[in-house]
């Protein structure tokens, strides 16, 4: 094993490491973990959910029931609260608030789980980069700095880079490439 003399070589033994292991494996993981990780939250507050190891928890003395894994019901159902939310707050143009709201639902639900699976990780960032563009411009525009800008950087990231070498879509590639 060598051994390393400088505060400079250790710095480019260290980074070369990193390099070499984050980068075609946990980086990409971790962002495909994160992106979907944020929209799958988003699916669960517009429809109804099983929850799964509940939990009582007292706070202030009044008992919360809490979960510590919530699943989204099958059949996917829209709560009231998401309709009226999109007819009003997240009301876009040139398209019904119906289909706003499943298409939205629709893509929360599916997007994630291919993300997690790396599976069409490109298209499914990309998705998601145009899906946060249109909350920002129609729904949140004051959100850029705070949020939105974070989302679009990580699915610009996994459209250009691709899902790294954990994921499906990488296995694919090498089973499937002439």
């Known amino acids: 094993?060598?051994?390393?003399?400088?505060?400079?070589?250790?710095?480019?033994?260290?980074?070369?490491?990193?390099?070499a292991r984050l980068a075609p494996d946990f980086l990409p993981?971790?962002?495909?973990?994160?992106?979907?990780?944020?929209?799958?939250?988003?699916?669960?507050?517009?429809?109804?959910?099983?929850k799964l190891f509940t939990y009582t928890e007292l706070i202030n003395d009044f008992p919360v029931e809490r979960a510590r894994m919530r699943l989204p019901?099958?059949?996917?159902?829209?709560?009231?609260?998401?309709l009226h939310q999109f007819r009003t707050d997240f009301a876009l143009p040139l398209l019904p608030p119906e289909w706003a709201a499943?298409?939205?639902?629709?893509?929360?639900?599916v997007i994630?789980?291919?993300?997690?699976l790396g599976v069409a990780t490109r298209l499914g960032a990309l998705a998601l980069v145009g899906m946060t563009l249109v909350i920002q411009v129609f729904?949140?525009?004051?959100?850029?700095?705070s949020t939105h800008a974070l989302w679009v950087v990580i699915g610009?990231?996994?459209?250009?880079?691709?899902?790294?070498?954990?994921?499906?879509?990488?296995?694919?590639?090498?089973?499937?490439?002439?």
């Open 112 to 116: 994630p789980i291919a993300l997690i």
């Open 139 to 145: 729904v949140f525009p004051e959100a850029w700095w």
């Open 73 to 82: 019901e099958l059949p996917l159902d829209l709560k009231a609260a998401t």
């Open 1 to 19: 094993m060598k051994t390393i003399q400088s505060p400079r070589a250790w710095h480019v033994a260290v980074f070369d490491f990193l390099s």
């Open 29 to 50: 993981l971790l962002a495909r973990l994160a992106l979907a990780g944020i929209f799958w939250r988003s699916l669960l507050t517009k429809v109804s959910t099983v």
């Open 156 to 178: 610009l990231y996994l459209a250009v880079n691709g899902p790294g070498r954990v994921s499906l879509d990488h296995a694919a590639r090498r089973v499937f490439a002439p």
């Open 102 to 109: 499943w298409m939205a639902t629709l893509a929360e639900f």
